[in-house]
C-alpha cells in the first residue's frame, strides 16, 4: 500500500527549494535594484559608448595646430674643412595647422559621431534587452511557485481518494481496476510534483543570473497598459526601437566615411612653422644664429595606385550593407511585435473563458464531493473531477502569466518596457538620461518600409470568435 502522508512530507520538506527567505511581497522595481549598473552586458555596451566619445574627441583634435619640439644630437666630418670633426646638435620648435583638407576632419568628425549614437541606441536596446529577460523569469519564477503549489495539493487529493479506495478494495467493496487507475493519476500527480520543483529550479537559476541575486519568497506582480492597435504599436516602435535606430545611425555614418573616403581626391593645404638654433661651432661659429621659417604646403594625390577609389567603393559597399541590416531589424521587429500583439489579444479571448472554466470544474468537484455522500458518484469519479479541476488551474496560471510576458514583449519591441515599469539605473541612467537630452534624433523618422493599416485587432478577433 502507498503512504501517501510520506510523500507528501517529502515534498513539503524539499517544496521550497531555489527560494529565498523572505517576509514582504517583492516588487519588480525592489529586485531590478541596480541590474543596469552591475550587469555585464549592459556594462560592455556602457564601455563601447564611452570609448565613442574619446573617437569624436580625437577626431576633433584635428581642427587644432600642432605643436612639436624636436632636437638631434651627431657627429659630423667634412673634407674641406680643416677641421676633421665633431659634434652637431639642434633643437626646433614646430608648428603645423592644416587649412584645408577638403573637409575631410569634418566628415571624419560626422562619421564617430554618428558611431557614437548607434553605440548609445545599443546600450538603451541593451538594458530594455536585459530588462525583458529579467521580467521574463520574474514572471516565471512566480508562474512555477503557483504551479507547484496546486500541484502539491492535487498530490495531497490524489493521496486521500487513493487511500479510501485502497481502504474499499481491501475490505472487499471495491474492485482492483478502480485501485489501478486510482493509482496511475497518483504517480501521475507526484510525477508533476518533480517536474514543477525542476522548472521553479531552473528559472531561479536564470533569475539569479540574470539579476544576481536569489528570488525572494513572495512576487508581488504588477500589471501596466499596452497599445490597443497594432499598427499605431508598429508606427510607434519604427521610431523608437533602439536596435532599428541604432541600424539607422550605423547607415549615416557609412554615408560620412564614403564622403571623408572622397576626400583624398581633394588637394590639401597646410601652414607650417619652425623656430630653431642649430650648433654648428665645431667648423663655423656663425652658424650658431637662431633662425624661423614660416610658410604653405600645398599637396595633390595625383596616382596612388586606385587606392582611394578603393576605399570610396569599399565605404558604398558599406552604406549597402548597412541598409540590408536596417531592412532586417525592421522585419524582424515587426515579427516580434505582431507576435506578441497577437499572443495579448488571443489571451484576452482566453482568459475569460479558462476562468469560467476552471469556476465550473471547482463547482462541479464541490458536487460531486457532495453527492458522493449520498452514494450517487463513485470515488473514481471524484478523482477524474480532482485532476480536471488541476489541469483547469494550471491553464489559467500559465495564462495570466503569458499574457504578462506578451505584454512585456510588446513594449520592449516599442523600446519602452524600462519607462514602463520605471525602472532605474543610478548614475548610469542619469548619464544615458543626459544624453537623450542632447540627443536632438530623439525622435527619429522611421526608415523601415511603410505599411498599411492593419485590420488586426482585438475586436475583429472578438467578432471572429464569436462567428
Known sequence: MIKWYS???????VGFTGTALGREPVSFIDVMGNIINESPEINAKWHAYQASQYDISSSKADYLPVLSLDGNLGYETRTNLQSTGGTD?????????VLYNGFATGFQTQYYK?????AYYELLDSIENVTLEAYTAFEDVDRYRNLLAIAKKNLIKNSEIYEKISHKTAVGLGRKSDLEQAASKLYLSQSNVFTEQSNLYDVSARFQRITGKNPPKKLSVSNFPVPEGLFDALMYAYRHNYQLRASGSNIKSAASLVKKQKTEYQPKLTLVGRYGMPDYSYYDSSKNDLYGRIGLEFTVNLYKGGKDSSNVSKAMEDVNSAKSLMLKNCFDVRQTLKIAFNDIAQ????????????????KVNESYIEQFAISEHSLLKILESVNEAFESKRSVINAVHDMAIAKARLLASMGDLVATLQVEGGSKMDSIAFQAMLDKNSESESMCPTIENQDFNNEILAKKSKN
Open 114 to 118: 554618428d558611431v557614437s549614437l548607434a
Open 7 to 13: 510523500f507528501l512530507l517529502y515534498f513539503l520538506c
Open 89 to 97: 646638435s639642434q633643437v626646433n620648435l614646430n608648428i603645423k595647422q
Open 347 to 362: 489571451l484576452n479571448l482566453q482568459i475569460p473563458l479558462l476562468t469560467k472554466q476552471k469556476n465550473s470544474t471547482d
